[in-house]
C-alpha cells in the first residue's frame, strides 16, 4: 500500500492550495481516506475525512467552510481543496488510509496507511 501526496507549498493569507492524494496497492473504494497536520512542535492533528463508501466528509471545525475533501475512485485519489489559507494552516500535511468503516473519523489511531507528507506554508 503506497500513499503519495502532493500539492504542498508557499502561498500568501488568502490564497488557496490542492492537495492530492494517490494511493496505490489497495482497494480504493473500500478506504475511508483522512488528512492530518502537524505544524512544528505539535501533535499530529485531523483535518478532514470521506467515508469509504457514501461520501460523506467530516472536517475540523478549525477548517470547516474553508477546506474540502473529495474522492475520484476511478484515479485512486483523494483531493483536499484549501481556501482562504490563514497563517496557522502552515503545516506537514499528511494523508492516510483505513480500510472501510472505523471507529473515529477524527482520531489518527483509526488509520492504519499514511503517506510521506507534503509541506503547506501560508505566509502572513
Known amino acids: 500500500v503506497q500513499l503519495q501526496a502532493s500539492g504542498g507549498g508557499l502561498v500568501q493569507a488568502g490564497g488557496s492550495l490542492r492537495l492530492s492524494c494517490a494511493a496505490s496497492?489497495?482497494?480504493?473504494?473500500?478506504?475511508?481516506v483522512g488528512w492530518f497536520r502537524q505544524a512544528p512542535g505539535k501533535e499530529r492533528e485531523f483535518v478532514a475525512a470521506?467515508?469509504?463508501?457514501?461520501?460523506?466528509?467530516y472536517y475540523a471545525n478549525s477548517v470547516k467552510d474553508r477546506f474540502t475533501i473529495s474522492r475520484d475512485n476511478a484515479e485512486n485519489t483523494v483531493y483536499l481543496q484549501m481556501n482562504s489559507l490563514k497563517p496557522e494552516d502552515t503545516a506537514v500535511y499528511y494523508c492516510s488510509a483505513a480500510y472501510g468503516n472505523i471507529g473515529s473519523y477524527y482520531s489518527r489511531l483509526s488509520y492504519s496507511h499514511w503517506g510521506q507528507g507534503t509541506q503547506v506554508t501560508v505566509s502572513s
Open positions: 496497492g489497495l482497494t480504493f473504494n473500500s478506504y475511508t
Open positions: 470521506i467515508k469509504w463508501r457514501g461520501g460523506s466528509t
